[in-house]
């Protein structure tokens, strides 16, 4: 540092003292002050060695054997820097869905691809729809780059296309949508969603987060690939992170126009998708076996499950995911009560008061022995009651 510029450091110095600005320390840009923080599933009990976790919507089989093997193998390789374009998983993403390689984006997990379509889109006070009952990552995203996140009714625990479109104003640059939806497991048709589309302006990008389609077993349903084709205002997003059961791994992925996958390119980190998780994903996608013995498996329990809930008295939303909404409509016991009960016993569902629903329990479809145990339980506080 230079004499003169010395100088003209402490002159900065004691205006700022003056202004009380010095004093006052790092303050955070305004709208982080009220941002919300994202809150995952419980996984302990406390005074319970063993919890069961349904609460997060991970894999009920676990990971793929594949993609286990392919992680282990990447140990010897831990000190290199991972592939930063990702050639062979997008060359294998692009493979199975008939897809550019070109216009795959790949993230630490989707969440990081929801995160830098607001980043690279919104600005301070610009606004970001979804649905009631959406994600709770959207508003989250959208309030960290100061974005004004716009909540639009749904329909009885749907997303409802009228009132997303009757949301948008001149200050819109995105919509969230997650279909099918967590917590709800409610999904729109293709033709619901090319009517969303076609009634937004071209300004405005559908982000389009397909983290269970996997799982959706309805014909009228299309991830967005065909939207994403003919649109260049759509993204879709994927994750490993469900049916893949790689959650830990954090890896997802996205299909948009070349102009959108070039800026989410752009403003990602060098080398955001480690190594491991890179070649476990890949294996994952090759895994022909787990995919199609993970899809039987949630079919039939996710069907087990609602229609027990059902026979108890309960209300199940109608589920396209690995998991179901159950309401305690009319019920004796409250949501709140059931949770609490299933807790004592080690299991772990997920009571979701903060989105607006203290009378609904979400619960993540699990194995034969836990599905079994849970709704023994409900049972006996239910008829007990
Ligand atoms: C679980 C989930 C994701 C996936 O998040 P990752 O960051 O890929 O683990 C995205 N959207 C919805 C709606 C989800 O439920």
């Known amino acids: 540092m230079t004499h003169n510029s010395r100088d ?3 002159i900065l110095l004691s205006s700022q003292l003056q202004s009380g600005l010095y004093m006052q320390g790092p303050t955070p840009r305004p709208w982080i002050d009220t941002l919300g923080i994202y809150q ?9 060695d063993r919890a069961i976790k349904l609460s997060s919507n991970e894999s009920a089989l676990g990971p793929s054997p594949k993609a286990m093997a ?27 869905y008939d897809l550019d390689p070109g216009r795959i984006v790949c993230g630490l997990g989707s969440d990081e691809i929801l995160k830098n379509l607001c980043r690279a889109y919104a600005a301070p006070s610009d606004e970001v729809i ?15 780059v100061g974005a004004v996140p716009v909540e639009a009714d749904d329909d009885n625990f749907v997303a409802h296309v ?3 479109l009757a949301a948008v104003t001149d200050k819109t640059r995105i919509v969230f949508l997650a279909n099918p939806n967590n917590p709800t497991g409610t999904y729109l048709s293709a033709q619901e969603l090319d009517r969303l589309h076609a009634g937004l302006p071209t300004n405005v990008i559908l982000v389009i987060d397909s983290a269970y389609a996997e799982y959706v077993n309805f014909d009228d349903y299309d991830a967005g690939l065909e939207l994403v084709a003919k649109a260049p205002n759509v993204v879709m997003t994927r994750t490993f992170s469900k049916l893949y059961g790689l959650g830990s791994l954090r890896i997802g992925w996205g299909y948009a126009q070349s102009e959108i996958a070039a800026v989410l390119d752009k403003i990602r980190d060098p080398f955001n998708v480690s190594g491991p998780a890179q070649k476990a994903a890949i294996a994952a996608l090759q895994d022909h ?5 993970a899809l039987a498996h949630n079919s039939y329990w996710r069907r087990w499950l609602s229609d027990e809930l059902t026979a108890l008295g309960l209300t199940v939303i109608p589920s396209a995911a690995n998991f179901v909404l159950v309401r305690f409509a009319d019920t004796t016991i409250s949501a709140e009560q059931a949770n609490n009960y299933l807790m004592q016993k080690g299991y772990i569902l997920r009571w979701l008061p903060g989105q607006g629903l203290a009378d609904c329990l979400r619960m993540t479809v699990g194995l034969q022995e836990e599905n079994e145990a849970v709704i023994g339980h409900l049972k006996e ?3 007990g009651a």
């Open 40 to 48: 995952g599933g419980k996984s302990k009990i406390a005074g319970i």
């Open 70 to 96: 392919a992680y282990r193998e990447e140990a010897t390789q831990l000190h290199r820097y991972p592939d930063p374009i990702y050639h062979d998983l997008r060359a294998a993403l692009a493979q199975k």
């Open 289 to 293: 076996e787990f995919e199609e013995k």
């Open 162 to 164: 009228d009132s997303l």
């Open 130 to 144: 979804y649905s009631r009952y959406g994600f709770m990552m959207y508003p989250i995203a959208a309030q960290a």
């Open 8 to 10: 003209s450091y402490a």
């Open 381 to 383: 506080l239910m008829q």
